[in-house]
């Protein structure tokens, strides 16, 4: 049985999962830039805005 092979998440390069130390990335290059993606905001976990504080001073929390 042959190891799995699966495509790098950012160069589609195809790569032997068992064989590929820097995996689920073909290189260290490419961990680097998915890793700069995220921290630049360019990619994210889809979900809610967070709640917008409010402009009067008032905390949510104060008002019963």
């Given at each position: 049985?042959?190891?799995?092979?699966?495509?790098?998440?950012?160069?589609?390069?195809?790569?032997?999962?068992?064989?590929?130390?820097?995996?689920?990335?073909?290189?260290?290059?490419?961990?680097?830039?998915?890793?700069?993606?995220?921290?630049?905001?360019?990619?994210?976990?889809?979900g809610d805005a967070p709640m917008?504080?409010?402009?009067?001073?008032?905390?949510?929390?104060?008002?019963?």
């Amino acid at each position: 049985m042959s190891p799995p092979r699966v495509k790098c998440p950012t160069c589609q390069r195809e790569l032997d999962w068992q064989h590929a130390p820097q995996r689920p990335f073909c290189s260290e290059r490419c961990r680097l830039i998915d890793l700069g993606a995220w921290l630049t905001e360019q990619r994210g976990i889809p979900g809610d805005a967070p709640m917008a504080e409010p402009d009067d001073g008032s905390h949510p929390e104060d008002n019963p």
